[in-house]
Each structure stands twice: as structure tokens, then as C-alpha cells.
Antibody
């Protein structure tokens, strides 16, 4: 059973960089696409972007200029960086496995709340 | 980007009743690759349906999906107490992946 776990700081100051890591267990990161999705408190889901295990990426055009997604196959991890954060970036951040043939997410992490505040 | 509009916003029903949720896309969804998720408070979304009508592993057969093009439906044939939750549709098209705003199924 594939499991995903997000980790990283729960509090980030405005204008700084949000950094999160997703650790995949129970299966290899190789051969799949991996994604980040966020959900502001009380609101809906927003796709941030995805990465293939080879390192190729695709991101939401609305966030593309501030987002970097990377992968470390040796550690079975992938990561997210969002720079120049504001209060609008406060959200629960989820990592998930993405099937590009079918366009769906089958395994999700439990999510981690990141608050942007001074 | 393709906008997904879900209706109704809230559905008030009793256990045992049938729930019909709608998801309408602003443009045709490629290959009818539309997915549905269930989310309960404090939990991550759970995949229910992919490819508009294929049930994910372990999903009870009271959940069914249908539709193509721009109009899709999630049906829960008989609501169980654990089915009261928020449901989202999702698609990928025109270089961006989008979710609907969600339909909350609440106990009447």
C-alpha cells in the first residue's frame, strides 16, 4: 500500500519561501507522476503542479512563476517550494500520486497546514 | 482553463435516499477524463470515480458516475451515514488541472 507523508514548517513569514517535502513509502517513486494540491481553510482544492520521476514538471499557470517542484529518487521524495508567499498562500498542502492517463489522483498524503504570518 | 461548476452547492438528504450530483465543464473534457472525490472534515480527499464512470479500488457499488463531453453526474444510490461529506469533480485540460467548487451532502 503506497503511503505519502508531507513534512515541513507549519509557519512561514510573508515574502519568504514555503518549503515542503513528500516522502513516499510502500512503493517506488519511479514510473509515476507526483503532485501538490492545496486547500485554503474552508475552501476548495487548487492544483499546484506535478513532476514525473525523471524531473519533468508542469504547474498551474496562476502559480508557475513562484513554484518549484523537484524530485529525489534516491530518497523516494519530492518537494515543493513557493517563493514570495503572502497570507493567500495559507492552506493545507497535500501531496498525491497522479495518473496522467486518466488524469486522477489515487493516493494522497494526510495534508499539512502551512500558515503565512509574521 | 476549463471551469468546472458543481450543483447544487448543498444537498440535504436522509440516509437511504438517492443523491445526484452534477458537474458541468466550460469546455469538453478530453477523453471524458473526469474524476470524483469525497472529502470528510480533517481528511484528505478520497478518489471515488475516474474516467467518468470507473470506480476506484474499494469503492462501494452504490457510487456510480456517468456523463461525457461537458456534463457529468455522480450518483449515490442509497446514502449511508458515512457518505455525508463534500464531493469534488476534477479534470485536466488546456494545460491546467481544475477542481469544481464542491457539493456538500448533508443530513436532512
Amino acid at each position: 500500500q503506497v503511503q505519502l507523508q508531507e513534512s515541513g514548517p507549519g509557519l512561514v513569514k510573508p515574502s519568504e519561501t514555503l518549503s515542503l517535502t513528500c516522502t513516499v513509502s510502500g512503493g517506488s517513486i519511479s514510473g509515476y507522476y507526483w503532485s501538490w494540491i492545496r486547500q485554503p481553510p474552508g475552501k476548495g482544492l487548487e492544483w499546484i503542479g506535478y513532476i514525473y520521476y525523471t524531473g519533468s514538471t508542469n504547474s498551474n499557470p496562476s502559480l508557475k512563476s513562484r513554484v518549484t517542484i523537484s524530485v529525489d529518487t534516491a530518497k523516494n521524495q519530492f518537494s515543493l517550494k513557493v517563493n514570495s508567499v503572502t497570507a493567500a498562500d495559507t492552506a493545507v498542502y497535500y501531496c498525491a500520486r497522479y495518473h496522467v492517463r486518466g488524469d486522477y489522483f489515487d493516493y494522497w498524503g494526510q495534508g499539512t497546514l502551512v500558515t503565512v504570518s509574521s | 482553463e476549463i471551469v468546472l461548476t458543481q450543483s447544487p452547492g448543498t444537498l440535504s438528504l436522509s440516509p437511504g435516499e438517492r443523491a445526484t450530483l452534477s458537474c458541468r465543464a466550460s469546455q469538453s473534457v478530453r477523453n471524458s477524463y473526469l474524476a470524483w472525490y469525497q472529502q470528510k472534515p480533517g481528511q484528505a480527499p478520497r478518489l471515488l470515480i475516474y474516467g467518468a464512470s470507473s470506480r476506484a479500488t474499494g469503492i462501494p457499488d452504490r457510487f456510480s458516475g456517468s456523463g461525457s463531453g461537458t456534463d457529468f453526474t455522480l450518483t449515490i444510490s442509497r446514502l449511508e451515514p458515512e457518505d455525508f461529506a463534500v464531493y469534488y469533480c476534477q479534470q485536466y485540460g488546456t494545460s491546467s488541472l481544475t477542481f469544481g467548487q464542491g457539493t456538500k451532502v448533508e443530513i436532512k
